[in-house]
């Protein structure tokens, strides 16, 4: 089972992608993640999606269409998701044939502040539940005070946030059981 994980940070040192890498550690049995960058995308055009996908973009189109299941995992920038991470979804997203339809998807987030990502998490949830993907319902990994739960390495230090990733992966993973039929 092939779940392709993105980060919505470029930020080097970022605890989005740190946690996009510990959810890489914890994938349940059977299950793998890869890890597409979004960077270096240009601005969404319609005029030069028309004319054909620059290189990056149908490579992430082709990597999505691919996947068994999506991790986004994002910071909270002013209340929604960062742009270039909207960038990415807007170049992908258009016909024909657009790759989130039916794809079993789980968000994640972290932050420095107390509550995480939680206005990120519902707006990227209500994009792609436009886009028809399939989510991953019930407790929202919100990882906040990230600086306490991560080592100067970016290393997941937090047990209990692990275990809750841990959990979360299982319903991404029994959720791409279910849409498989």
Partial sequence: MNILGISGSLRHGSYNTALLHAAGALMPDGANLEVFPISGFPEYN???RAAGLPVPVAAFREAVRAADGLLFVTPEYNRSIPGMLKNAIDWISRPPEQPFNNKPV???GASRGKLGTIMANHH???ILVYLNAQMVNGAEVLVGEAALKFDAEGKLTDEATARF??????RLKDLILRTRG
């Fill in 165 to 170: 990733i841990a959990e979360h992966l299982l």
């Fill in 106 to 108: 789980a968000i994640m």
């Fill in 124 to 126: 990227l949830r209500q």
């Fill in 46 to 48: 319609d005029d030069v």
